[in-house]
T-cell receptor, first 112, second 112 residues
Framework: QQNVQQSPESLIVPEGARTSLNCTFSDSASQYFWWYRQHSGKAPKALMSIFSNGEKEEGRFTIHLNKASLHFSLHIRDSQPSDSALYLCAVSMGNYAQGLTFGLGTRVSVFP | EAAVTQSPRSKVAVTGGKVTLSCHQTNNHDYMYWYRQDTGHGLRLIHYSYVADSTEKGDIPDGYKASRPSQENFSLILELASLSQTAVYFC???????????FGHGTKLSVL
């Protein structure tokens, strides 16, 4: 069964800094890699995804994927207080039979 | 934005009682999911469905049943609620198995 681990568990960063979050997975056949963000008391919301090795940038957010290392990461440039949330990584095998497997999350706090 | 609504928003149930959580989506999505979120366990998949009148077991189906009477509606049923089922339950829908999930606002269930 897929095992998804996130690090660190929590992070405190100053406004304007770069935030880096890590996610490792166990099944090398994994196909799709997601980051979700969940503000306190709210529903998780998809941020972005990647399915091929390399880097993908959307605004202040960048995903890096290295399938051989079973690792992907999320980097937030110019972190804002509104980025304070629980960040969840998720992995999909690419078919309905598996669904999405989520990590436990990294709690990010950005202070002004 | 895709809409997924859950009812009730919160519920207090007694041990051994029956609980039904409802989910309705107006996205015209084929896939629907039920997840539970606990501190320290992240989001875990209970049941999912990819077509009306059919449901599939997720990673933690024990103690739960699901029903998908139509494309729009997906229910989660706890026949005999237990203390260990106290959690926040999220319903989600997606257009495909590799597409982003759209979550409802969640149902906070407390079993006493």
């Amino acid at each position: 069964q897929q095992n998804v681990q996130q690090s660190p568990e929590s992070l405190i960063v100053p406004e304007g800094a770069r935030t880096s979050l890590n996610c490792t997975f166990s099944d090398s056949a994994s196909q799709y890699f997601w980051w979700y963000r969940q503000h306190s008391g709210k529903a998780p919301k998809a941020l972005m995804s990647i399915f091929s090795n390399g880097e993908k940038e959307e605004g202040r957010f960048t995903i890096h994927l290295n399938k051989a290392s079973l690792h992907f990461s999320l980097h937030i440039r110019d972190s804002q207080p509104s980025d304070s949330a629980l960040y969840l990584c998720a992995v999909s095998m690419g078919n309905y039979a598996q669904g999405l497997t989520f990590g436990l999350g990294t709690r990010v706090s950005v202070f002004p | 934005e895709a809409a997924v609504t859950q009812s009730p928003r919160s519920k207090v149930a007694v041990t051994g009682g029956k609980v039904t959580l409802s989910c309705h989506q107006t996205n015209n999505h084929d896939y629907m999911y039920w997840y539970r979120q606990d501190t320290g366990h992240g989001l875990r998949l209970i049941h999912y469905s990819y077509v009306a009148d059919s449901t599939e077991k997720g990673d933690i189906p024990d103690g739960y049943k699901a029903s998908r009477p139509s494309q729009e509606n997906f229910s989660l049923i706890l026949e005999l609620a237990s203390l260990s089922q106290t959690a926040v339950y999220f319903c989600a829908s997606s257009q495909g198995a590799d597409e982003r999930l759209f979550f409802g606002h969640g149902t906070k269930l407390s079993v006493l």
